[in-house]
């Protein structure tokens, strides 16, 4: 019996056998654009992956992007200016008087004196550092809710003599007339000098109690 000629039992011819279709791939493995050389061990780790020149991998994961944050100041502003001078001294005995900024002690501490060392002979003087505070040490005048009578000058003043002589800062209350009666003041003052041998200014911020 022809088996090309086989009929079932229902009349109907066997379909013939489908031939094996061409590979996918045919040539040497080089003209692929990957080859993949298998050493002889079951491992995957030795495998090489060539890849096509210039050709570039992207990582499996991408880094996130950056998020932004709240930005907050390095330093809190300092408590008083003993705080403030000694974060200018940068290892220093003391800060000099070119480091202070005006704006910033106008801004904490109004009310707020320079005084020049007097050095030499030369008598201690009253500069101006804050606009609105009058130079000369005897004179009497306002500015803001403290009253810089003769009295208070004089009392501010040999604060500044004992800071320049103990090199050091020096507090001191005390209590004044004044046109609204008694008032209770609080000085602070501290040392400035360009060099370490002597000081040559006081910065004296006065408040009221």
């Not at 040497?28 to 495998?47: K, Q």
């Not at 202070?100 to 003087?125: C, E, S």
């Not at 602070?188 to 006081?202: I, M, N, S």
């Amino acid at each position: 019996m022809d088996p090309h000629n086989f009929r079932s039992r229902f009349g109907r011819p066997k379909p013939p056998a489908i031939e094996p279709e061409e590979p996918l791939f045919s040539g040497d493995a080089e003209s692929a654009d990957d080859n993949l050389d298998l050493p002889d061990t079951a491992s995957l780790t030795g495998i090489s992956i060539r890849r096509k020149e210039g050709a570039i991998a992207k990582p499996a994961v991408q880094p996130a992007a950056p998020v932004a944050g709240i930005v907050r100041s390095e330093q809190a502003p300092p408590r008083d200016i003993v705080e403030y001078t000694n974060r200018l001294r940068k290892g220093r005995r003391w800060a000099a008087r070119a480091d202070i900024d005006a704006k910033q002690i106008a801004l904490h501490w109004p009310n707020t004196l320079l005084m020049r060392v007097g050095l030499n002979g030369f008598p201690w003087r009253f500069e101006s550092l804050i606009s609105g505070v009058m130079r000369g040490g005897g004179q009497s005048f306002n500015n803001g809710d403290i009253e810089f009578n003769p009295m208070v000058m004089e009392w501010v003043l040999g604060i500044g003599r004992n800071t320049a002589a103990g090199g050091k800062a020096v507090e001191d209350t005390d209590v004044f007339p004044t046109a609204q009666g008694n008032v209770r003041y609080r000085a602070l003052a501290v040392p400035l000098g360009e060099t370490d041998a002597e000081a040559t200014f006081v910065l004296c911020h006065v408040e009221r109690r």
